[in-house]
């Protein structure tokens, strides 16, 4: 500042002006910098666009590729929009674009990764040419989740959703005929139960096993080469194929002792509890309103009555297992009933309400045969009914692997 005191005395005032710039320039504005990007991939632009404007509003990945999506075709961004919106008005699950452009391209064979590539024109022309299937197969999708009583908080990860879509859009499937697909006709409760069952078997079992937890996008290139390869087995949805594909690797959908033991100690407010009884009851008509409820009512464990039964007291290890919550509020004392049957049962006493049914229930509450019913002899009901459980766990997959047999199909990535 001494030098330019010293350059505007007199009339040299341009000089002066010109190196007061020149200090701004350098001791006060921030500095710009720059680097020069030869790339010329759009995932690589996109990406530096984000990081760039991280302190203006902001976007995601998934809105620069919906701009690339429009760009190739128009009404692109109102027909996903619509159909996130439906879903989640109709079904009450909390979906966004991102999981419908991801099934888009799930559904019309592309590369999965969410890639700027993946939604060049040549791609955005084919869901465009099938988006009311793929609409309809979304819709149907959901639809049918619903019915197995999954609701929004039980369906933990939404990208398990996507093989589901991705089978009733292919299969049966005819573009000379005209056939669209199963999608149409997957929920119509007169037919394809045996489709229905096995997805639903399946779909608990990725919920419980957590099998999106991690790298999804590998496993959903892998599961639909599983699929595609298999969509015209007269079994219907591949289950004992998809089993035996992941057996020994981390996606493994078997149940060794630990997980299982682990599974029957899940509370009834837990929202995984639903699945593991679906699981434990497949014969449940997925048509009705189902109730996850205690076969013990749970209000014969509160303190106050647990001082009644005579039989506890002087034995305080006995006291300690009625009033461990573990134990009457876990799955071992837990089951699916209808909505009038779990009207009718309240909370009467387990053997009041089902022996004048002569133990007859809409669905098989799975007590050991033999087992007493009398609320004293609770701790070997519920021992003995965990234990049956978990051989119909541990069985319910070992039964998909012998029909699998030896063929274990290759789910490398590359698709």
Known sequence: MEYLDRAGHGNNQF??????????????????????EESQDIGRVLDIFIRTNEGGTPLRFSDLLMSIMSANWEDARARVDDLVNLVRIEFGFSIDRDLVMKATVMITQADVH???????AGNVAKIKDS???????VVATFRLIASFGLNDAALRS???ILPVAYYPF??????????????????KPTAHHEDRTRIRIWLMMSLLRGVFGRSADSLLISLRRVIRDNINDPGGFPLDQIVAAYLGSPRDLTFDDAFVDRLLTTQKDDPSCYSILALLQPEVDIQQSLHADHLHPAADFRADRLE??????GAPELWAFYEDRSNWNGVGNLWLLTESENTSKQDLPLEAWLEPRMGKTTLDPLIPPGASLDFADFKDFVEE??????????????????????AVPDVGEDD
């Open 15 to 36: 000089a002066r002006k010109a190196l007061l710039r020149l200090y701004f320039a350098i001791r006060r504005e921030a500095a710009l910098n720059y680097f020069v």
């Open 114 to 120: 969410f890639q700027a590539r993946n939604f060049d």
């Open 131 to 137: 988006w009311d299937d793929i609409r309809d197969a």
């Open 158 to 160: 939404k990208n398990a």
């Open 170 to 187: 292919h299969k049966g499937r005819d573009t000379s005929t005209g056939a669209r697909g199963r999608f149409g006709v997957i929920n």
């Open 308 to 313: 009644k039964r005579d039989f506890l007291h």
């Open 385 to 406: 009914r965990r234990a049956l459980l978990k051989s119909k766990l541990q069985a319910l997959v070992g039964a998909t692997l012998v029909a699998a047999g030896a």
